[in-house]
Every structure is written in structure tokens, then in C-alpha cells.
């Protein structure tokens, strides 16, 4: 993508978000050159049955440092998606950006776990193979015909789930502090997927739209941290680089949760990632919202936020 395709205000912002480096790949990247990357499931063979099946094939896998079940490889995702064990749910092609979204959560077997916005079952897949199908785990969206394909997702990878179709900002109101881990993977302007060949994301954004976003990623955030049990675990994210719909939103939060909330560092190390902003239009934030990352382009565009509900709250 030229520098001319993208917005004028959009790419002065990216001036000052992105580094120099990721800015020119988010720019100029070829999406056909990146790396294509897969999640084993174990929930369908065992991770090394399916490794061995693909090497045999003549795929070149590599590892990924801070995943067990994650590989790249130069093989396109078409190629990858004609190959048997695909059909049969033993691997799920998803984005390593995406992968880390769900990892960080670190949802453990026999826990209570939400998954606030869904759809279309990348992330909910991936918690439940971390659960091993055991526990309760729960999956909100709001829109009818991604349920759809967020069911057929979770058939065909065997992971199990409790399906509904609601409103996630209105969730809590009455489920309140029932789950131990809560995922907003939340609904964004997409920013960080432009560069990966989303054409429609550029096309589409405003900074208007941007606003509506972060009005209903508050609203979603604050319904995630009211289901939440004391001492629980939340992760939002987002696939955008915006601070409204990142930092800010975090921002509002710790502001309404005072004392009762804190964000919490990752529990792993991600390459291209650095911490969230502190600062964005001359405005200060708490300093903790640098435990936040932001991963920037050769990987999809994202956004990580690790929260804690504190037990004995200090407000």
C-alpha cells in the first residue's frame, strides 16, 4: 500500500503512534510476503501428530518463542486450507497478534470464563482448548448471523461452549461478578489490519467513527470488569492503533473502577510490541497503562490490556 492510500489525517496520527520501522511496513508491506501463522489443536490430535502430518507434507513450520502451539510459515492460507488435517480441525490459521490476545487471558481447566464479543470463535476456540473443554466457558455476541459462524468454528475445532446471542455492554446487569476470567476482544476501527491488504478499513475510517467505537468499548470494558469475580483476570483488546479506543478506554475505566481495578503486565514477552501510550494530545494518563502493549506491524496491527479485579479493594 503507497503512502498516498492511506487517509491524510489517518496517517498523521500513525506519525505519531508508530515507529519509524512499523510505520513504513504499515505503509508499504506486501501482504502476500508475510509469513502465514497456525494454531495447533490439541482438542482434535495432539500437537506433535499434527506438526509431523504437515512437515511430511513438505510445510515449512518455525516456532514461535512465546507460544507452544503457534508456527509460521511462508505457506499461503489457501494452500494451508486444502490440506486434510485443516478440514479436520487439528490446526485453526489465525493471526499471531490474535493468538497472544486469548494466550494472555491464561484461562485454566474447571475455571468460569466469558468471552464478551465472540464472534467469530478465533479466541473462544483457543480458551477452550487451554481449558481442555472443562469448566464453563461462555460466549456473547451480539450479532445473530456471526453466532452462526462462531458455532460452526467451535464444531469443527471440537471446542465447547455456551452460546448466546446478547449484548455484551448489557451482560453483567445479570451475571455480576460470576466468571474468573473475562476476554473483550472488542469491536474497533481496524487500523491495525490495513496493512495486511483490509482496504475497506481505510476506506471506511473516520475519526467520528472512531469516537462511536470507544463509547461502546467503555460500555463493553465496564460490563467485562462488573462480571469479573474479586480477584479475577480480564484482557481487552483490540486490533487498532486509535488511543481513543486503547489507552483512553482503559483511562475511563480506571477512573469509574478506582481502586477497585489494576492493569497488570503481560504474562509473556511479544516481539514488535511496546508499551501503551502514557501521553496522547498533551493529555497525561496513570502511568500503569504502560503495562499495556501495542504491537505494531510486520504483525497484524493490535492492542493488549491485562487487568486485575483486586480482592480487598482500597476505595
Not at 506438526?51 to 499461503?76: E, F, N
Not at 490459521?93 to 468460569?112: F, K, N, R, T, V
Amino acid at each position: 500500500m503507497s503512502q498516498r492510500a492511506i487517509q491524510p489525517l489517518l496517517l498523521e496520527r500513525w506519525e505519531k503512534i508508530l515507529p519509524k520501522e512499523s510505520l513504513a511496513c504499515a505503509l508499504d508491506a506486501n501482504p502476500s510476503a508475510l509469513p502465514t501463522s497456525i494454531r495447533l489443536n490439541p482438542l482434535r490430535a495432539p500437537p506433535s501428530e499434527t506438526l509431523a502430518q504437515l512437515r511430511a507434507s513438505g510445510i515449512a513450520l518455525d516456532t514461535v518463542d512465546w507460544c507452544d502451539v503457534a508456527y509460521k510459515t511462508p505457506t499461503t492460507p489457501r494452500e494451508m486450507q486444502s490440506h486434510p488435517t485443516h478440514a479436520q480441525g487439528c490446526f485453526y490459521i489465525q493471526s499471531l497478534s490474535s493468538i497472544a490476545a486469548s494466550l494472555a487471558l491464561h484461562p485454566q481447566p474447571g475455571e468460569s470464563v466469558l468471552d464478551l464479543c465472540a464472534a467469530p470463535g478465533s479466541k473462544t476456540s483457543h480458551l477452550a482448548a487451554m481449558m481442555k473443554n472443562s469448566g464453563h466457558l461462555v460466549a456473547v455476541d451480539a450479532s445473530r448471523p456471526r453466532q452462526y459462524k462462531l458455532r460452526e468454528v467451535l464444531r469443527i475445532l471440537g471446542a465447547t461452549a455456551e452460546c448466546i446471542c446478547a449484548h455484551g455492554e448489557r451482560w453483567a446487569r445479570g451475571h455480576p461478578a460470576m466468571f474468573d476470567r473475562v476476554l473483550v476482544d472488542a469491536p474497533c476501527s481496524g487500523e491495525g489490519r490495513i496493512h495486511l491488504g483490509d482496504f475497506a478499513a481505510n476506506e471506511d475510517w473516520t475519526l467520528g467513527k472512531v469516537r462511536r467505537l470507544a463509547s461502546l468499548q467503555k460500555a463493553l470494558l465496564h460490563s467485562a470488569i462488573d462480571a469479573l469475580r474479586p480477584g479475577g483476570t480480564l484482557v481487552y483488546s483490540t486490533c487498532t492503533f486509535a488511543p481513543e479506543e486503547n489507552e483512553l478506554v482503559l483511562a475511563r475505566a480506571l477512573e469509574r473502577y478506582a481502586g477497585r481495578i489494576e492493569i497488570i503486565p503481560l504474562p509473556f514477552d511479544l516481539p514488535h510490541a511496546q508499551p501503551a501510550l502514557t501521553e496522547w494530545n498533551q493529555k497525561q494518563l496513570d502511568s500503569s497503562i504502560a503495562n499495556a502493549r501495542r504491537i505494531f506491524p510486520p504483525l497484524e496491527g493490535f492492542f493488549i490490556a491485562r487487568l486485575r479485579k483486586l480482592v480487598n479493594p482500597t476505595l
